[in-house]
């Protein structure tokens, strides 16, 4: 069974938002585009290479995808395995795209995903795409997250855990902490969630 791995940039108040430039998501007059980039580290990023060169699909909403699409056809040298993967789309509207190979879900997105998940093939990488996540974690579909934590908050902006997130538990299988404060860990889901007396 193919697994659905999240990784993402995020602040420690949550936000997922455009975290790689100024113009990369301005949805809900979001200012702050771009708050990654001071935090650039050799020890976070020899981590992400690392992850990123494994065997993957992608799964994306719509706005990643396009954001994407525009850039990564251009810079396969940086990423080569982004452009060969498959990429799958949750979309209503799109239909088709010039980046192939490219697969495009519409209708009942956690039906079909979790159809993917029982198909052979790569484990599922998710960057960015907010909406969609909500969708798959409100449907427990997530299996791990590559979190990559960053020392600042933002107060507002788009939230990974913001919209219907079930109770669940995870365990932490692997951490990293760049010389930046930037704290890479990964989470790995670890059934449901117990609880007990302190005393």
Same mark, same amino acid.
């Given at each position: ?12 108040? *949550?936000?997922? +938002?455009? *975290? ?31 992850? %990123? ?7 994306? *909403? ?19 395995? !982004? ?5 799958? !789309? ?27 998940? +029982?198909? +052979? ?12 996540? +909500? /969708?798959? %974690? ?8 590559? =979190? ?5 908050? =933002? ?9 219907? /997130? ?5 365990? !932490? ?19 449901? !969630? ?6």
């Amino acid at each position: 069974m193919r697994k659905i791995i999240v990784f993402e940039h995020i602040t420690l108040d *949550g936000v997922i +938002q455009a *975290g790689g430039g100024p113009d990369e998501d301005r949805e809900g007059g979001f200012a702050y585009g771009g708050w990654s980039a001071p935090y650039s580290d050799p020890v976070i990023e020899t981590l992400l290479r690392k992850l %990123m060169n494994e065997p993957f699909d992608l799964l994306l *909403g719509r706005k990643t995808f396009d954001i994407w699409g525009a850039f990564w056809p251009q810079h396969g040298d940086v990423w080569p395995g !982004v452009n060969t993967a498959t990429k799958y !789309v949750a979309s209503n509207t799109m239909t088709s795209s010039k980046w192939q190979p490219s697969v495009f879900l519409s209708g009942d997105i956690a039906n079909k995903i979790t159809g993917l998940k +029982q198909h +052979q093939g790569p484990d599922l990488h998710v960057w960015g795409s907010s909406h969609l996540l +909500q /969708t798959l %974690m409100k449907h427990d579909l997530v299996d791990m997250f590559w =979190l990559m934590i960053y020392p600042l908050t =933002l107060g507002s902006g788009k939230r990974l855990f913001s919209d219907g /997130t079930i109770p669940a538990a995870f365990k !932490v299988t692997e951490s990293k902490i760049g010389s930046s404060g930037v704290i890479a860990v990964n989470y790995e889901r670890a059934g449901a !969630v117990t609880t007990g007396s302190q005393l």
